[in-house]
């Protein structure tokens, strides 16, 4: 591969996911605001924030593919964030429970030489199990997902939280969807295998 390509993410999760397509790449963190815009819809803050996080970026690498992404947790429409404490974890596992959420992941891949950008959303829909409080207090002890919507790691133990998931990449659900990459990247001329 003659061009070089950056995953503008800090997540080990979408560290771990790429590397499984055999790729060389780097890491570069954006920092930028994450906050969602007044009346926006759950799954264009997820697609706006994948962009701007792969401009910022393209600002240090400006002949690079750059990777970007976000995800969005739903419960009824209402957008659910990383909760960053126990006590917030135990909340959001408790309002999830035996319902539904969807997790919108965003995707950009953006040619910083040329300006072209590829990007999509790919929605995963878990169903959580009927949890007791105990089960929640037990799995936030074992695995503090702190930092993941939705407060659970579908990748860990928190599988055992979900009764049900529905969509096209279960890669998505952990925040890079690898099937849709995989085509963006062969539109611009990568091919993986």
């Known amino acids: ?4 390509l950056i995953l503008a993410s800090s997540s080990p999760f979408r560290r771990d996911l790429l590397t499984r397509l055999d790729i060389p790449f780097i890491c570069c963190s954006p920092d930028i605001d ?8 759950p799954e264009d ?5 994948s962009q701007e ?10 002949q690079a593919l750059i990777i970007g992404c976000d995800q969005v947790a ?41 300006g072209t950008m590829q990007a999509d959303v790919v929605p995963y829909v878990v169903e959580f199990r009927m949890l007791s409080d105990a089960q929640i207090e037990n799995y936030l002890h074992k695995e503090q997902p702190y930092n ?31 099937v849709c990459l995989i085509t963006m990247l062969q539109n ?5 295998i």
């Open 53 to 62: 996080k792969a401009r910022k970026v393209a600002a240090q690498y400006p």
């Open 74 to 114: 739903t419960l009824d429409g209402q957008q659910i964030g990383k909760p960053g404490t126990h006590a917030n974890a135990v909340r959001q596992l408790q309002s999830m429970r035996g319902r539904e959420v969807t997790f919108h992941s965003a995707l950009c891949l953006y040619n910083a030489a040329t």
């Open 34 to 41: 994450e906050s969602p815009l007044a009346n926006e819809k």
């Open 188 to 192: 611009e001329g990568l091919t993986i």
């Open 1 to 4: 591969m003659s061009v070089e």
């Open 148 to 178: 993941c919507a939705g407060s659970a790691k579908s990748e860990g133990l928190g599988i055992a939280l979900i009764a049900r998931m529905e969509g096209t990449d279960p890669n998505a659900l952990i925040g890079l969807p690898l």
């Open 45 to 49: 803050t997820a697609l706006r924030l």
